[in-house]
């Protein structure tokens, strides 16, 4: 299979398991192809990532600020195997916030751009579309039966509201330091298992969120305001407020 991918001669191959985190069991392959050793690393996704084995193979040939994918198996809809893919070996990538959190912005500005006109092709691949009004109403499902549901409900939909003017775009999902790899070529996203076409501003305030929580609040400032400049928008401070508040609240009771 590894010399199928690569087009190439491959020689005493060998794999490692990696662990299971988040629904995706990694596998290093390690081999010899031209006189070196090389690795890559096969990806089981389980059933809520399964997206990512359709996706990503399609972002890679528009962008390379997301891992380079070498082969990919999408099994029919009756087959029991796991979706999967064979993608380059970052693991070991140190994560591009400890480089500069800025790298991480630039990284899903490209990818957005890239993507900008194939919403059709995202929608034929199964990108769900997810405005903020739909994240609310989840919200609001979640906690009907909590003490304070209604208060949370009301919370959510009126950030929603805020947000609607905002432009709509390919959103990561779960756009953390831990799934932004820093390699030779600048910074690179990875987990792309939970996107969806709708605001993009929560995938910064997630970012900012997850900076902060790692200690380096400093290092996040500034990046949601940078984020709408790179785009031409005007960032009212109601509207971040918004943004702020509709994840904190979707990390929180939804999964």
């Not at 194939?118 to 989840?138: H, M, N, T």
């Not at 939970?194 to 995938?203: E, H, K, M, P």
Request: charged share 30%; glycine share 8%.
């Amino acid at each position: 299979m590894i010399s199928r991918a690569l087009g190439a001669e491959v020689t005493e191959a060998r794999s490692e398991l990696l662990g299971t985190g988040d629904g995706v069991e990694l596998e290093r392959v390690r081999f010899v192809a031209g006189g070196a050793e090389r690795t890559l690393v096969f990806e089981r996704l389980a059933p809520r990532n399964a997206l990512e084995a359709q996706l990503v193979p399609f972002l890679a040939r528009k962008t390379d600020r997301v891992p380079v994918v070498h082969a990919r198996g999408i099994p029919r809809s009756a087959a029991p195997a796991p979706s999967w893919l064979l993608v380059e070996d970052l693991t070991d990538a140190p994560s591009a916030c400890d480089v500069d959190p800025l790298r991480v912005l630039e990284a899903k500005l490209a990818v957005e751009a890239a993507v900008a006109g194939d919403v059709p092709a995202l929608r034929a691949l199964g990108v769900p579309e997810r405005p903020p009004g739909a994240i609310a109403e989840d919200v609001a499902a979640a906690v009907a039966q909590e003490p304070e549901g209604e208060a949370m409900a009301a919370e959510a939909r009126e950030s929603a509201r805020r947000l609607r003017s905002w432009p709509t775009a390919l959103v990561h999902g779960d756009l953390r330091c831990a799934n932004a790899a820093m390699t030779e070529r600048g910074a690179v996203l990875r987990r792309w298992g939970r996107a969806y076409i709708g605001c993009a501003l929560l995938d910064v305030v997630r970012l900012v969120a997850d900076i902060v929580e790692r200690g380096d609040a400093v290092l996040g400032i500034g990046l949601s305001r940078t984020y709408a400049e790179r785009l031409d928008v005007v960032l009212p401070t109601e509207v971040l407020r918004g943004a702020e508040k509709l994840d904190r609240l979707a990390r929180r009771h939804l999964r």
